[in-house]
């Protein structure tokens, strides 16, 4: 799979609006046949800052959503309301699906 995290510093006025200026593009990217998951998430630490991780299957779904019509769309509404160009890092990963963290294993309840 693809797997990508990008931080996104957006302008302080806009920052809680965020999730909803962002609404349309991660609909259109999680419906794409080839998405395994698209989440954004909000620094504890800097409220400006969303942390968005996502994957995709493999390099055909990659380029599918990079040349869809709503990443294009997103390229021109979206950065309007950043504070600077998105920080990325992208890597091809041989797994489909996120692993355990073996090193804090939460027990399971025994059975009875």
Request: charged share 25%.
């Amino acid at each position: 799979m693809i797997f990508i995290t990008a931080k996104f510093r957006v302008l302080p006025e806009h920052a809680d609006d965020w999730p909803e200026i962002a609404a349309e593009f991660t609909r259109a990217t999680r419906a794409e046949p080839g998405c395994l998951w698209f989440d954004w998430s909000r620094s504890v630490e800097d409220p400006a800052e969303y942390v968005l991780v996502e994957a995709f299957r493999d390099d055909e779904a990659g380029a599918a959503h990079v040349g869809s019509e709503h990443f294009g769309t997103a390229q021109k509404t979206l950065p309007p309301y950043l504070a600077e160009t998105p920080r990325i890092i992208n890597a091809t990963v041989p797994q489909d699906d996120w692993s355990l963290l073996g090193e804090m294993a939460v027990p399971r309840p025994a059975d009875g």
